[in-house]
C-alpha cells in the first residue's frame, strides 16, 4: 500500500480527471449501495465511485490512476460470492453498469458481442428467436453480468457438457492499467500468440478491466428431459453419479441436494421433491428427441439399479421447470430457514464424495452449525451452506473457521478451494494452502507484467507472502517450513 | 507403458541453464519439431519421462507426465471408451502429451468437442527459474489463482517446460458415420453455417476438391434422424477419412508448396487467394497450398478477422506465426519476462524476441 496516493484530495484528484458530474458519486449516501458485493459480511464504503459510460472514459479513469497511483477495483452486477468487488477506502470503485448494451449478433458464426454489464439472461433471451442460447448459467443469471462472469469464470448447472465461461467466449476488449486498450482473443476460433483469453478468465479483476466480451453461441437443444432420483444416502447417490459418467453418457446437468437442502428446497418452492429422502439427483439429458429418448430409458435403469428408490421423470416442460426451480432456489430457500448462511465452494474429485460429507457432518456437529449441501455432482463441485446466526456473538468467526476447514479438507483430498465464485476476499488465506511460496511468487510475477505498480483490485485472489506468514497454515512442500525468510505473529 | 519419473533431473537441467543463462530446446517425440521456428539450445528431452499418474474413467479425467506417448494415453483410454476430446493430429507414432499441448494442435473435432486448452485441467511446469510449480488440478472447475495451466496451450514451450498434464476426457461416441456429397466451397461454407446453427449431432465438418465431408456422432436412433433431417443427397464414406486430414497423410498435404494455416470465422466466404483449398472445423481453419507472398496471405486474412500460420515448408526469413500489434506483443515479451526471466525456454521458436 505504500506506493499508493494521498487519498484525502478527493477533490484535487477529481479535477484532474475531468469525468462528467453524471459519472460520479461521491456523498455518502450515494456510495453506501457499493459497500459490499454478493458476500455481505465483508463491507466497505468506498473513496469514489466512477460510473463510465465510453470505453475512452475507462481508458482515461485507468490512465490517470496509474498516473496517481491510486487503487481501482472494478464491478459489474456485484452478485459475486467471494468480495471480489469489495471497495475500498482509499480507491475508486470502477462501475460497469452503464455499459448495458447488445452491440452484435452475428448469425452466421454464432456469436454476440456485449458490452460487460449486460446480464448473462439477457443473452440468452435476446438470441433465443433464433434457436440459440448462450450455455454457462451460474444460478445469479438473471442478475449477474457478462464482464462479472468472465472475471470470476463463472459456471453454473450445465457445466460438465458445456463447459464454463472460459470455454464458451471468443474475444475481449481490455483496457489495462496504464490505459492501453488490447483485443484479447478472436472471432475465428483460435488467435496468435499466448492465450490471454485463458488468462484473463477468471482474473477477478486483477489484470486489466473488461470492456467488451464477445461470447459463443449454441444451438439450443431439440429437446432436454429431467430425471429426479431419490436415495436413502448421499453415499449412494454418489456412487449413481459415478455410473452414469462410466456408462458414457453426459448428462447436461447432474445436481444433488442433501436431506436438509431438499426439505428447505421444498418448503419454499413446491418442486415436488420427496421430503424424505436423504439425497436426491437432478438428472437432464438433452440433444436430438431420439437420443434423448434412448438415454432416459437406459439411465433410469442406472439409478434403479444403484439403488434409488424412486426415479421421476418429468412430464412436461412445466414439471421439468419446477424440478429445477427447487435446485436454483435451494440458497434462498435455506435463507429462509437461518437467519444467515455461509456458502462454500470447493471442488473435490468426486469418489471422495462419501468422506467429504461425513467429515462434514462430524464437524457440523462439533461446532453446532447445521449445513445443508448442494452439489454439481457431475463436476464434483460441492456448496455446502453453512447456517449462522450473525447476530449470536462468536457465530459468525466460529462458522468461518469452520468453512476454512471445509476448504482445505477439498484440498487434502485433490480439490480446490473454489470451483466457481473466485478467491476474492473470502478464501485468500486458503491460498496459502493450496499454493506454496514458488506458485504464489509466479502468480506476483505475472500480476506485474499487467499492472507493475498492483493497483487493480488489490488485496484479493493472491495472497502475498506476508499475509500467508501471519495466516500460519501454509503449504508445506517436502517436510520444510514455508517462508523461513519471514518473522511469524 | 514405462512409468519413469525424471522431474527432478529435468529441473536440475533448467536451473543449470538459467544460471549459465544458456537456452534450452525442449523436446518430446520430434514429429512436431517442424512447427514454429528452429531455435537454438542444447536440447532438453523430455520423452523419457512417461507414464500415467491418474485415470479415473468415472470421473472423465487423466493424469500423465509430459513424455507419454499420445498413442499409450489413447489406446488406455479406449479401453474404457473414452478418448481425448481435441482429436490431436499424430505426425508421427511418437507425438507426446507435452507435444501435444505445447504445440496446441487439434483435429477435426475442434469445433464440436473443444481445443487442447479447453481440455485441459491442469499442469505440473518448471519454469525458467527452475522451479517446480502445480496449477489447476485434477477437478473439472476450478478457479483458485491465474488460470496458468491453459495459457501453457500453444505457448511452444516458452513459458515452462511441461512435466505433467491433467486432462479432462470425454466418453466416445457409441455409432459415427461420415457422409460426403459435391458441393462447392462457397455452399459448403454457407451449409456448414447453417447446420452449426441447429441442433445436429456433428462432429466434423470439412471441404476438399468440389466435395462436403461430415461426421455425425451420438446413437444409432439419433444420427440415423440427423442423417434424415440433413437430405438424401449424403453419401457414406470411410471414416479414415479424418485421419488422414488430422495427421496431414492425404495427398493434399504433399504439396511442395508453402503450406499455410488460416485461422478464420468459420462463415468467411472463399477468400481470394490464389493456391489449393483444404477447409476444415466448419469453415473455421483453412489449409492453403499457396506460393503467395506472406504479406498477401496475411494481409487477406487479417482484413476478415483471422490469423494465418506459415505451417510448413516455408523459407526461414519469414515469421511462421503472424506478427501481434505492438502492444499486444510488449505484455507477450513481460508474461514470458515473469515465467522465464532470463529468456533460456525455447528462445524464438515462437516469436523473435520471445
Not at chain 1, 4 to 30: K, M, N, Q
Not at chain 2, 78 to 86: G, T
Request: charge should be negative; aromatic fraction near 6%.
Amino acid at each position: 500500500m505504500d506506493e499508493t496516493a494521498d487519498i484525502a484530495d478527493r477533490d484535487g484528484f477529481l479535477a484532474g480527471l475531468g469525468l462528467p458530474a453524471h459519472c460520479i458519486l461521491s456523498e455518502d449516501s450515494e456510495l453506501r449501495p457499493y459497500e459490499c458485493d454478493g458476500l455481505s459480511a465483508y463491507h466497505q464504503v468506498p473513496w469514489l465511485v466512477l460510473l463510465p459510460e465510453t470505453v475512452q472514459q475507462v481508458q482515461s479513469i485507468l490512465g490517470y490512476c496509474h498516473q496517481q497511483k491510486v487503487p481501482l477495483v472494478a464491478r459489474g452486477a456485484g452478485t459475486g460470492l467471494s468480495g471480489g468487488a469489495l471497495p475500498l477506502a482509499n480507491g475508486v470503485l470502477l462501475s460497469l453498469a452503464r455499459f448495458n448494451s447488445i452491440l452484435d449478433i452475428d448469425l452466421a458464426n454464432r456469436l454476440a458481442r456485449v458490452q460487460p454489464g449486460v446480464r448473462n439472461l439477457a443473452i440468452s433471451q435476446t438470441v433465443a428467436q433464433h434457436g440459440l442460447y448462450y450455455a454457462p448459467d451460474p444460478s445469479s443469471q438473471i442478475a449477474c453480468s457478462i464482464g462479472g462472469n468472465v472475471a470470476e469464470n463463472a459456471g453454473g448447472v450445465h457445466c460438465l457438457k458445456y463447459g464454463l465461461t472460459v470455454h464458451n467466449i471468443a474475444a475481449l476488449k481490455i483496457v489495462c492499467m496504464d490505459g492501453e486498450l488490447l483485443n484479447i482473443g478472436s472471432h475465428a476460433l483460435d488467435s496468435a500468440g499466448y492465450d490471454l483469453l485463458a488468462l484473463m478468465t477468471g482474473s477477478e479483476g486483477l489484470l486489466g478491466v473488461i470492456v467488451e466480451v464477445t461470447v459463443r453461441l449454441l444451438p439450443v437443444p431439440e429437446t432436454a428431459q429431467v430425471l429426479l432420483a431419490a436415495f436413502d444416502s448421499v453415499e449412494t447417490a454418489g456412487h449413481a453419479v459415478a455410473e452414469i459418467i462410466s456408462a458414457g453418457i453426459l448428462p447436461a446437468g447432474l445436481e444433488m441436494m442433501d436431506s436438509l437442502a431438499i426439505r428447505a428446497a421444498e418448503d419454499f418452492v413446491h418442486a415436488g421433491y420427496p421430503d424424505d429422502a436423504a439425497a436426491i439427483l437432478l438428472c437432464e439429458l438433452d440433444g436430438t428427441r431420439a437420443e434423448v429418448e434412448a438415454l432416459i430409458s437406459e439411465v433410469q435403469e442406472l439409478l434403479t439399479g444403484m439403488g434409488a428408490r424412486d426415479v421421476r421423470l418429468a412430464q412436461d416442460d412445466q414439471e421439468r421447470q419446477k424440478f429445477w426451480a427447487g435446485r436454483k432456489a435451494a440458497f434462498p430457500a435455506v435463507g429462509r430457514i437461518s437467519p444467515d448462511y455461509y456458502c462454500m465452494d470447493g471442488t473435490i474429485p468426486r469418489r471422495h464424495l462419501g468422506k467429504v460429507l461425513s467429515t462434514i457432518r462430524q464437524w457440523s456437529s462439533e461446532y453446532d452449525l447445521p449445513v445443508a449441501n448442494v452439489f454439481h455432482a457431475g463436476d464434483g463441485n460441492l456448496h455446502p451452506l453453512i447456517l449462522y446466526d450473525a447476530n449470536k456473538p462468536g457465530e459468525l468467526e466460529r462458522t468461518e473457521e469452520f468453512g476454512g476447514r471445509i476448504l482445505e479438507l477439498c484440498i487434502s483430498v485433490g480439490g480446490t478451494i473454489t470451483g466457481e465464485h473466485g478467491v476474492g476476499m473470502e478464501k485468500i488465506n486458503q491460498m496459502c494452502v493450496q499454493f506454496n511460496e514458488d506458485e504464489l511468487r509466479q502468480f506476483h510475477a505475472i500480476k506485474k507484467a499487467f499492472d507493475p505498480h498492483g493497483l487493480l483490485n488489490p488485496g484479493k485472489a493472491i495472497p502475498t507472502l506476508a499475509r500467508c506468514a501471519e495466516f500460519g497454515r501454509m503449504h508445506v512442500h517436502g517436510g520444510e517450513l514455508p517462508f523461513p525468510e519471514l518473522e511469524r505473529f | 507403458m514405462i512409468q519413469q519419473d525424471l522431474t527432478e533431473p529435468l529441473r536440475e537441467r533448467i536451473a543449470g541453464a538459467c544460471a549459465d543463462k544458456t537456452p534450452v530446446s525442449i523436446r518430446g517425440g520430434n514429429s512436431k519439431s517442424f512447427y514454429g521456428h528452429p531455435c537454438e539450445g542444447e536440447s532438453v528431452d523430455v520423452s523419457q519421462h512417461t507414464g500415467v499418474l491418474e485415470y479415473e474413467p468415472s470421473e472423465l479425467v487423466i493424469q500423465a507426465r509430459a513424455g507419454t506417448a499420445l498413442t499409450d494415453i489413447e489406446k488406455l483410454l479406449d479401453q474404457h471408451r473414452q478418448m481425448l476430446a481435441f482429436d490431436p493430429p499424430h505426425f508421427s507414432p511418437k507425438g507426446t502429451l507435452g507435444g501435444a499441448v505445447a504445440t496446441g494442435l487439434a483435429g477435426p473435432g475442434r469445433p464440436f468437442t473443444g481445443s487442447v486448452r479447453d481440455s485441459i485441467l491442469g499442469v505440473g511446469l518448471i519454469n525458467g527459474r527452475g522451479e517446480i510449480l502445480n496449477f489447476g488440478g485434477q477437478v473439472m472447475k476450478n478457479v483458485a489463482g491465474y488460470d496458468v495451466s491453459r495459457l501453457m496451450a500453444g505457448a511452444l514451450g516458452t513459458l515452462g517446460l511441461l512435466t505433467d498434464v491433467s486432462l479432462k476426457v470425454l466418453p466416445k461416441p457409441a455409432s459415427v458415420y461420415t457422409l460426403q456429397q459435391l458441393c462447392s466451397q462457397q455452399d459448403a461454407i454457407l451449409r456448414f453455417s447453417e447446420w452449426m446453427a441447429k441442433p445436429l449431432p456433428l462432429s466434423a465438418a470439412c471441404w476438399f476438391d468440389d466435395h462436403l465431408y461430415l461426421r455425425l456422432s451420438g446413437t444409432e436412433t439419433g444420427i440415423r434422424q440427423a442423417q434424415h433431417q440433413l437430405g438424401d443427397k449424403l453419401l457414406e464414406q470411410a471414416p479414415d477419412w479424418w485421419t488422414s486430414i488430422r495427421d496431414h497423410r492425404h495427398d493434399f498435404f504433399q504439396r511442395q508448396s508453402p503450406l499455410w494455416r488460416l485461422s478464420v470465422p468459420p462463415a468467411t466466404p472463399p477468400l481470394a487467394i490464389h493456391g489449393e483449398w483444404l477447409i476444415d472445423w466448419a469453415g473455421g481453419q483453412r489449409w492453403l497450398s499457396s506460393a503467395e507472398s506472406a504479406e498477401t496471405v496475411r494481409r487477406i486474412t487479417a482484413s476478415v478477422g483471422g490469423h494465418a500460420t506459415l505451417f510448413r515448408n516455408g523459407d526461414q526469413t519469414t515469421d511462421v506465426f503472424h506478427p501481434l500489434p505492438a502492444p499486444l506483443f510488449s505484455l507477450h515479451r513481460r508474461l514470458k519476462q515473469a515465467l522465464d526471466p532470463k529468456g533460456i525456454l525455447n528462445p524464438g521458436r515462437m516469436y523473435k524476441g520471445l
